[in-house]
Nanobody, 125 residues
Framework: QVQLDESGGGLVQAGGSLTLSCAASERTFSSYAMGWFRQAPGKEREFVGAITWSGEYTYYADGVKGRFTISKDNAQKTMYLQMNSLKPEDTAVYYC??????????????????WGQGTQVTVSS
């Protein structure tokens, strides 16, 4: 019933780390791409990173390159976002998304037709 389910959010001090998990159904995991987006208070939803079905290619927003790493485990049908060197500006609700229909760019929210409920990440100074 649940297509995407994020977990792993929480409160962490600046410089710390968190790893988010996105448990997918067979339908959503067997997608062209899966991605992570985030939305901070008063801000638009923004792209964080994405990974293709095979895991061969990963994509990152400029602001998280070198700090965040996306991976996936096909056997477990789970995508991960490892976040290191966290900054207060990383504070946001993080959403897992899946694109099962090819309809846009991998960095574009409208490309994704399945979304999780979100998990809160708060980074304190």
């Amino acid at each position: 019933q649940v297509q995407l389910d994020e977990s792993g959010g929480g409160l962490v001090q600046a410089g710390g780390s968190l790893t988010l998990s996105c448990a997918a159904s067979e339908r959503t995991f067997s997608s062209y791409a899966m991605g992570w987006f985030r939305q901070a208070p008063g801000k638009e939803r923004e792209f964080v990173g994405a990974i293709t079905w095979s895991g061969e290619y990963t994509y990152y927003a400029d602001g998280v390159k070198g700090r965040f790493t996306i991976s996936k485990d096909n056997a477990q049908k789970t995508m991960y976002l490892q976040m290191n060197s966290l900054k207060p500006e990383d504070t946001a609700v993080y959403y897992c998304a899946a694109a099962t229909v090819a309809r846009g760019g991998i960095r574009t929210p409208g490309t994704y037709n399945y979304w999780g409920q979100g998990t809160q990440v708060t980074v304190s100074s």
